[in-house]
């Protein structure tokens, strides 16, 4: 079955080379593929774990799907490695420029979430979710920028971040923090690398249907209650974040947006009510 683009094939990142952790499943898969149906080279960081086989096989096949439909799409490569170690990102960055010769867009998406109770919570899970959320996310970065600012000519750096860096959740005392730090990562790095011309942003999704809301989504209830305060009546998919992704590493369509969170969440943030 060929794979369907979330959006046409219309070159907006052609000639581009990027570089996304977490790339083989949820919103960082479909980020992958909506990238190199732009004509964007990327290169996917994943975890490299047994169980993930199927999605690493599967997201390649979806890419070599693209050019048996005709679309003049990027090219693709994968290294695995766990973004808490500082040189995960060094590498895939570096395998990226070896590849490609440069880098111009780098998403830091890898994240981990498991619902817990606050009193509950251990400093293990604690422990894991700012290793990965925070400080894999400012491993990535760094590195982009170190490489984006050796080349001189700017970038994009987004990081993925969630509605949750502006709501509580009483079952996301240990996540809700780290994605209002990689939003605030994003509006510190700004101003630090805007000299350079490069643009620091965070995506901001809602209730995405990916592995990490799994525990939501097959609870009936759970699922009914989220939709009924999405204004568009529905929970996203991967796939919605396609668009403002692209948005965001275009510079031709975003090159004065810079230190900002763009929320993608179907009007959930503004439902009081």
């Known amino acids: 079955m060929a794979f369907k683009t979330a959006l046409p094939a219309w070159n907006l990142l052609k000639g581009k080379t990027a570089a996304v952790t977490g790339g083989t499943t949820g919103i960082g898969r479909a980020v992958v593929l909506a990238y190199i149906t732009q004509g964007c080279n990327v290169a996917v960081n994943h975890l490299g774990l047994s169980k993930d086989e199927i999605n690493r096989h599967s997201l390649l096949e979806e890419a070599k799907s693209l050019e ?35 880098l111009d ?23 894991h979710s700012l290793d990965v959320n925070i400080k894999g996310t400012f491993y990535g970065c760094q590195a982009a920028a170190r490489q984006m600012v050796k080349q001189g000519h700017g970038g994009s750096i987004i990081g993925i971040s969630s509605v949750s860096a502006l709501l509580g959740g009483g079952f996301q005392t240990h996540y809700t923090p780290t994605k209002a730090a990689i939003l605030s990562m994003m509006q510190s790095m700004a101003i630090a ?9 965070a995506l901001m999704p809602g209730t995405i249907s990916t592995q990490l809301a799994d525990h939501d989504m097959k609870n009936p209830a759970k699922k009914a209650a989220l939709e009924a305060r999405i204004p ?29 969170g763009i929320l993608a969440d179907g009007g959930m943030f503004s439902n009081l009510q």
């Open 105 to 127: 867009i780098f998403v830091a998406n890898a994240g981990v979430f498991k619902q817990a109770e606050f009193l509950k919570i251990q400093p293990q899970l604690l422990d």
């Open 193 to 201: 690398l805007g000299k350079d011309r490069i643009r620091c942003n």
């Open 68 to 102: 048996r439909q005709g679309i003049e799409a990027g090219r693709i490569l994968e290294l695995p490695g766990d973004v808490t170690s500082p040189e995960t990102s060094t590498d895939l960055i570096q395998e990226a420029v070896a590849q490609w010769g440069q």
């Open 232 to 260: 568009l009546g529905r929970i996203g998919n991967p796939e919605d974040m396609a668009g403002p992704a692209i948005f965001l590493a275009c510079e031709p369509m975003s090159r004065y947006v810079n230190a900002t």
